[in-house]
């Protein structure tokens, strides 16, 4: 007589109520954990953008030279259409090349451009100081976020009025998020100031004063 192995063994069903259950409660979690990231990475980025626009609303206020009894430079950008870019600025080291806009155009400014800094001089003014400013950190906005990647000796090139102007990278240097930013250069060289937040640090700024070496 063959008996049945399986008479003694129990059979457990689950029934289609706690299934359902079950998964409905795994959907929730999965929900919760996935809008919980994405929640705290738009915080995370948001109090970036929140403290990099109050830094550099700060930084591109009253700056100022080292030099006293200075007269006031003159912008010679004669450009009068504000919805182009006057010039394009390239960085070969940091894969860098953006355009720039005249200083009274609504798009120069650091939350959505880099920007020219009132009082800056344009290429072709001999001596002047093109001061142009940017964001780093997260976000979109953040132009400048690999210029610390630079070092002594490299160049950025500057396209204006269809010539190149090639600067040489001088000296580096960090200041105190005071609301003031002192630039310390040679007049008797025609300068490119580029200047954004340092990179990991929520207090100071970091200035790069470049020198004109070369004109196509």
């Known amino acids: 007589m063959v008996k ?3 008479k003694n063994k129990k059979q457990v069903r ?28 738009r915080r995370i980025l948001a109090h970036d953008y929140i403290n990099e626009k109050i830094n550099m609303d ?10 006293e009894a200075i007269e006031p ?4 950008d004669t450009e009068t ?3 182009y870019y006057i010039g394009y600025l390239e960085i070969p080291k940091i894969n860098f090349n953006r355009g720039f806009y005249n200083v009274d155009s609504t798009q120069n400014t650091v939350d959505s451009n880099i920007q020219v800094i009132r009082g800056s ?16 950190g997260t976000g979109w906005q953040a132009f400048f976020n690999d210029l610390y990647q630079l070092q002594i000796g490299d160049v950025a090139i500057v396209t204006y009025k269809d010539h190149r102007y090639t600067y040489t990278l001088k000296n580096i240097y960090t200041e105190l998020k005071t609301g003031q930013i002192t630039i310390k250069r040679d007049k008797t060289k025609t300068t490119l100031t580029l200047i954004t937040c340092t990179n990991n640090s ?5 200035v790069y004063i470049l020198e004109l070496s070369g004109k196509e």
């Open 14 to 41: 689950i029934s289609s109520n706690a299934i359902a259950y079950i998964s409905a409660i795994t959907i929730v979690l999965g929900l919760f954990l996935l809008s919980y990231n994405f929640v705290n990475k």
């Open 4 to 6: 049945n192995k399986n």
């Open 81 to 83: 259409n504000l919805d």
């Open 73 to 76: 430079e003159v912008e010679d």
């Open 121 to 136: 001089s344009m290429p072709t003014k001999s001596g002047g100081n093109l001061i142009i400013a940017g964001h780093s």
């Open 202 to 206: 929520n207090t100071t700024q970091s």
């Open 58 to 67: 700060v930084e591109v206020r009253n700056i100022e030279s080292s030099e």
